[in-house]
T-cell receptor, first 112, second 116 residues
């Protein structure tokens, strides 16, 4: 059972563009939604996270939009740079369990 | 400060061998998690410790997989009688707390296991 669905699988944008990655979840008990960035050969690095009591959170060039009624959340990368080229994972967890359920990942390429 | 470290970074095992993978969490972090990441996929949960107590091992794929954290800091994931389907990157993560503030999980670089 796939509890977190992520799309698109891959994405190519030009430098300065705003890639958007979407995730949908099924379990309404989830209450913590992080995004991770992973470079080849490295572990996932936490970018930004949101809880369902807010609809948007910004940290630097990264923004999470959260729609609780639709059970969807998305990552926007403002003014994208070639150095942002990586695989991005959304995840979700239920309070008290700690266990993260990850989406399938989106490979982003930002062209110079 | 130092992040999560894992060793070895790479491990090649012949089918049927036992392997042990080590995780050193961030100092003071209470919670420790193991995940398995197959090529091109997102990490999948294996098991979770709060201090030395293993609170959830629902993700361990078989009884050949065993994890421990005897003193509440360093953890070892052991795989007995390795099979080819065990080939993956094994990721360790730690967090300061198990809920509320400090809930964020920080990952190590992973151990890439190849079973031949």
């Amino acid at each position: 059972q796939q509890q977190v669905k992520q799309s698109p699988q891959s994405l190519i944008v030009q430098k300065g563009g705003i890639p958007i990655i979407n995730c949908a979840y099924e379990n309404t008990a989830f209450d913590y939604f992080p995004w991770y960035q992973q470079f080849p050969g490295k572990g996932p690095a936490l970018l930004i996270a949101i809880r369902p009591d807010v609809s948007e959170k910004k940290e630097g060039r990264f923004t999470i939009s959260f729609n609780k009624s639709a059970k969807q959340f998305s990552l926007h990368i403002m003014d994208s740079q070639p150095g942002d080229s990586a695989t991005y994972f959304c995840a979700a967890s239920r309070g008290g369990t700690g266990k993260l359920i990850f989406g399938q990942g989106t490979t982003l390429q930002v062209k110079p | 400060g130092a992040g999560v470290s894992q060793s070895p970074r790479y491990k090649v095992a012949k089918r049927g061998q036992d392997v042990a993978l080590r995780c050193d969490p961030i100092s003071g972090h209470v919670s420790l998690f193991w995940y398995q990441q197959a090529l091109g996929q997102g990490p999948e949960f294996l098991t979770y410790f709060q201090n030395e107590a293993q609170l959830d091992k629902s993700g361990l794929p078989s009884d050949r997989f065993f994890a421990e954290r005897p003193e509440g800091s360093v953890s070892t994931l052991k795989i007995q009688r390795t099979q080819q389907e065990d080939s993956a990157v094994y990721l360790c993560a730690s967090s300061l707390a198990w809920q509320g503030e400090g809930y964020e999980q920080y990952f190590g670089p992973g151990t890439r296991l190849t079973v031949t």
